[in-house]
């Protein structure tokens, strides 16, 4: 009996030195948990592709078909990270800039489970199933990616994560569907303090970093859940609250356009950084709002004709088709109806550009259903000139939660302002061709003139030498490399 015993401590501790062996303390992870913002709701643009450091890596939490990828296992941080057709994350420049700060030996991996329009009950460990039944049918599809339980896929694969390094931190954005609700902080508290019981770890052991909605005054609906958010680390000790501060949204109020994507990610990174005593660290992705693309239409694009623009589909307008000139009623809509709906889902975005600046409250407005009183898809201008629209992620802000715009079905396009002063339209159409692509490095024979960077640090004497993207000066201009 002795001698068997003998056998199965040794046993058990070779067993226990194996797994030491294979778990790498230097492979950091992370969980990425949340709604529509962590899964991503901007597409993914060439410089997202670019320059992937061969140290971050991602898990995915479902199986993909393109790219081919097993749910459960590693693979370089190539966008999409949630799931297959996702767009662009916060984790796409978290992970690039926490490796771009940490020591060669160690790599970062992220594991990204989000839902969107998922409210934080749905990503607790006791999803009421019988209250899913009851959503409708695409959220229901998003759920069912995850076996209807999202928190047990995380908890899944973050499981298979810790044979192979360490969980370090959870980095979560959501609450839009829970917006301005005193409760939520307890409920996040409760998916923290799971999440850790159920993965072995300590209580209060890793950061927990928690993104901000879009705010009101960049034009966000939830941006009063942002009160909510700061009374987090209230609640929960190891809680760090990540701005959205001048982060501008896609122009539906919920989402962040592809660039604030990538910022809110370095802040991300920023605020996990300084918890591992790195307080200045380097940030290779500028602040800076990109330029405004000027796109024009291209053959296969659809076109809205100037010449059938209806001033009158809500109060008394007038428009000028020569001079693109609208002026709208009190509160009034222009543009384009149809009885018969067009199907505008073989296009990606819906491009609306002005000849001049707004000051009259534009907002684009699309509406799949033949009522002028449903709500439509609405994308503010902001006193700007142009609204890309990415048609995919066009969503509904409906009292009984954020639902996808049917643009197989439009009824509607057009202009809504308050009124009375003049509108100048250049032209309105859907279209294949990524407008921001329009916006790329100038020729690098351009210019002769020394460069500099936005510190004002000279860093090459053309532009020619320049390799690494980013925004610099020359030649009194400033000159973005992607």
């Known amino acids: 009996m002795k001698l068997l015993k003998s056998i199965l401590l040794g046993s058990a501790v070779m067993a226990s030195a194996i797994t030491a062996a294979a778990q790498d303390p230097n492979f950091h992870i992370y969980l990425c948990y949340g709604q529509s913002n962590m899964e991503g709701n901007a597409l993914v643009e060439n410089i997202d592709k670019k320059d992937i450091p061969s140290r971050f890596k991602m898990m995915p939490a479902v199986n993909y078909n393109n790219p081919k990828r097993t749910m459960g296992e590693w693979y370089e941080a190539m966008p999409p990270l949630c799931r297959e057709n996702t767009g662009l994350t916060p984790a796409d420049w978290f992970g690039r800039t926490m490796v771009e700060n940490l020591p060669e030996e160690v790599k970062v991996g992220v594991i990204n489970v989000a839902v969107g329009g998922a409210p934080i009950e749905d990503l607790d460990k006791n999803v009421d199933l019988a209250a899913l039944e009851k959503k409708d049918g695409w959220y229901r599809n998003y759920m069912l990616q995850y076996d209807n339980s999202p928190y047990n896929r995380l908890l899944e694969c973050a499981k298979k994560a810790q044979k192979d390094g360490v969980i370090k931190g959870i980095l979560l954005h959501q609450g839009e569907s829970n917006n301005c609700q005193e409760s939520w902080c307890g409920k996040v508290k409760k998916v923290y303090d799971d999440l850790l019981a159920d993965l072995g770890l300590e209580p209060n052991s890793i950061p927990l970093l928690v993104g ?52 809110l990610g370095c802040r991300y990174a920023t605020a996990m950084l300084e918890t591992m005593g790195i307080s200045d660290p380097k940030v290779s992705y500028s602040e800076e709002i990109p ?73 684009l407005r699309v509406f799949d259903t033949a009522s002028y009183w449903e709500e439509p898809y609405s994308a503010k201008f902001g006193g700007g000139v142009i609204v890309v629209s990415e048609l995919d992620g066009m969503m509904k802000n409906l009292p009984s939660g954020i639902t996808p715009l049917n643009t197989s079905e439009v009824y509607r396009v057009g202009f809504w302002c308050y009124g009375n002063s003049p509108i100048h339209i250049k032209h309105v159409f859907a279209t294949n061709n990524n407008p921001y692509e329009s916006v790329t490095a100038v020729s690098t024979t351009s210019s002769n003139s020394e460069v500099y960077n936005l510190q004002g640090m000279r860093v090459a004497s053309s532009i020619s030498e320049i390799t690494d993207s980013g925004i ?7 000159i973005r490399i992607r």
């Open 472 to 478: 610099y000066i020359s030649d009194g201009k400033k």
């Open 291 to 363: 330029e405004v693309p000027h796109p024009n239409p291209a053959e296969g694009d659809f076109v809205f004709d100037l010449n059938t623009f209806n001033p009158t589909i809500w109060e008394k307008g007038t428009f000028d088709t020569e001079t693109g000139v609208f002026v709208a009623g009190m509160y009034g809509f222009g543009g384009w109806e149809y009885n018969t709906p067009i199907d505008l889902s073989g296009y990606k975005y819906l491009v609306a550009e002005l000849n001049q600046p707004e000051t009259n409250g534009l907002e």
């Open 212 to 263: 901000e909605t879009v705010r009101s005054e960049m034009g966000g609906y939830c941006g009063g859940h942002n009160s909510v958010i700061a009374k987090l680390p209230k609640t929960i000790p190891t809680a760090k609250v990540v701005s959205s501060a001048n982060l501008e949204q896609k122009g539906d109020g919920l989402h962040f356009t592809a660039h604030a994507y990538r910022v």
